[in-house]
């Protein structure tokens, strides 16, 4: 059937074109804008015999296709290069990485990292490019220049080399090499919020520097940067996140709640102490098991959690970021335990807090927040007094659960594309073959029984039996 | 005390005195020395035939004594008796209230912790341990507690700490 000419989308003129142009712009390995190996190699061929000749075009080409960057981005000194004298240059990424924290007690350490994440190249090849950024050439200058020394790499192919497409490459490769979108945005100096998760991994640099040599390796000589690796890059050199806490110190942490509770119990008249430390505690808990940012009404009411098919609904941004995603067996048990020590506890109060006692009752019947503080003769509406990991942070606690249960995700090897769904984050730039699209639940699933193990190894302190200790 | 009055009460609006708390709390700790559930409440809408005394503010009929009945749910009715006590000052309130845990204590408490109890009780309230309860003065929780429950002295301390001890048993349930 043909549309009246009414009814026909215009080209562009639709809201969604610029969409439809991200769209196109992946990269899909049928994707007709994709180099074939041929071609490549060709064009290095072409590239080493200009760069003889001190023809420091090639040396941008090469730099562009073993990068990912755009031959504008290389010229740009919003990107820093730097010779280290040790026969490769470094390309620091610019990602702008959270401040250190200060942590709030003494006995907790955060993984180290090192700031300046960056990836490296032989020194050869960045030189002239250096060169000309220090003579002040610009992308703008050299355009017409650059495409037309692209144009006269000549493969039997007949497939036309052109910037974007020498910048696609390595784009194109990455499952080759085992590098991931997360990887791959890294390396390409893309910005940290394209794939939101890399604002919370500390991620070990050697593997990820060790593939990108493993690619560059098709095209240029990468011995000086193994040599480089081998003897400068220490193996526990992590990048990324610096606000993740070392494994030690999250049994530390949990050694202090328990100190907290155990100083609460001690002194039996104090229900609102008691009521307190043990809610910390379960938060805490099941905030590492879930990866729920600090907020506001945490974990909300009882009605978001499906004790069938054992899911919690969560919302811990603006409105319309919910997730649901599944609860682990053990996360499941401690807020059992916790929904029978609410109905032990609103039983013992109700004639010495009837408040409380009133408050209780709502909460159990899902009216209202499951987490509440008690403070004087009232349960406050939310819980607004979790202990503090990093100092001066505000009312709801620190954000350390989803840096280190995500960076340890990741250590064990987890599906990142479905770590990012596990914990909120949708990828800009979303098309139809990006794995996220076709992660399942039953992957949410997995991430939750890993999430599980990790909780189990470290042996984290749990009171039980809570309901029968008034 | 006077202008003094009984009256039946709905449970629902029987609420602890706030100078009584601390009392009424200690004797939830007691283990009553058997089922009381199984008693059929009798015409003070409790188990017990004591009528707590109550002082009325707001909506609520704010109890702080005799409220053995009320600790045990099976035997309270929809509505109890009390007493309403008009115009009592802070310190009245509560000497009423630790003379009611002190009864309850001397009555129902289990017997091998009631030393631990006692010594507790000296600690939280040193009140109870003074002329205005006893006919004689201790100078140590531990002394009025093995003198007042008439026991071995060191086994007191035993007590205490095992009491102590129990109350940490939710901590020992690591995976």
Known sequence: ?470 | MDKTSIRRVPIARVAIHRDAKTAFRFTQGLKPQCDISLLKPCRTGTWSTSVPQAIKIDKFYHVFSAWHGLLYAGAIEQQISVIIEQELESYQITHEAWRCAIGALAFQSDKAEHPAYLAELAKICPLVNSASFLTRRFETPRAFSYSFASIDPKSVDTQLSKLLTSRLQPLEGNQ
Not at chain 1, 64 to 90: C, D, M, P
């Open chain 1, 1 to 470: 059937m043909i549309l009246p000419e009414h009814k026909r989308l215009k080209p562009n003129s639709s809201r969604y074109s610029k969409l439809h142009e991200i769209k196109r712009s992946k990269l899909a390995s049928s994707s007709k804008d994709r180099l074939s190996m041929a071609t490549l190699l060709e064009l290095v061929r072409y590239c080493d015999k200009h760069r003889r000749k001190s023809n420091w075009f090639a040396n941008l080409a090469l730099l562009s296709l073993v990068t990912g960057y755009s031959f504008t981005k290389l010229l740009s000194n919003e990107h820093r290069i730097e010779r280290t004298g040790l026969g490769v240059a470094k390309f620091y990424s610019s990602w702008n990485i959270a401040q250190t924290p200060e942590l709030a007690l003494s006995a907790l350490t955060l993984v180290s990292i090192e700031r300046d994440g960056h990836v490296v190249v032989p020194e050869w090849l960045a030189e002239p490019v250096m060169k000309m950024r220090e003579e002040g050439i610009t992308a703008d200058d050299c355009t017409k220049k650059f495409k037309f020394f692209l144009t006269n790499v000549k493969p039997n192919t007949e497939e036309h080399v052109t910037p974007a497409r020498l910048a696609n490459v390595l784009g194109y490769q990455k499952h080759q090499f085992g590098l991931s979108s997360f990887e791959l945005s890294f390396i390409m100096n893309e910005s940290k919020d394209t794939y939101s998760q890399n604002s919370y991994i500390a991620f070990h640099a050697l593997p990820l520097l060790e593939r990108h040599v493993a690619f560059m390796e098709q095209y240029i000589d990468v011995t000086d940067v193994r040599n480089y690796l081998a003897s400068n890059v220490p193996k526990d050199l992590r990048f990324g996140s610096p606000r993740v806490l070392t494994r030690d110190s999250v049994i530390a942490l949990f050694d202090y709640l328990r100190s907290k509770l155990k100083s609460a119990l001690q002194f039996r008249y104090d229900y609102a102490a008691i009521h307190n430390c043990y809610t910390d505690y379960v938060i805490n808990l099941l905030q590492l098991a879930t990866l729920h940012r600090p907020h506001a009404n945490i974990f909300r009411t009882l009605e978001f959690f499906d004790f069938n098919a054992n899911t919690v609904e969560i919302l811990d941004k603006d409105l319309g970021s919910n997730r649901l995603i599944p609860l682990c067996d053990y996360a499941l048990r401690e807020l059992k335990q916790y929904l029978k020590y609410l109905r032990s506890l609103e039983r013992l109060v109700r004639f010495d807090s009837p408040s409380v006692a009133d408050s209780l009752r709502k909460t159990l019947k899902g009216k209202e927040n499951l987490f509440r503080e008690w403070r004087g003769d009232v349960l406050l509406d939310d819980f607004q007094s979790l202990t503090n990991v990093y100092q001066r942070d505000k009312t709801y606690g620190s954000n350390w659960h989803r840096h280190f249960m995500m960076t340890l995700l990741f250590d064990r090897g987890v599906d990142r594309y479905a770590i990012n769904i596990y914990s909120g984050h949708q990828l800009k730039h979303e098309h139809i073959y990006e794995r996220s699209k076709s992660t399942e639940f039953d992957q949410l699933r997995e991430v939750s029984k890993v999430i599980e193990g990790i909780i189990m190894e470290m042996n984290l302190f749990r009171p039980t039996n809570m309901h029968e200790y008034f």
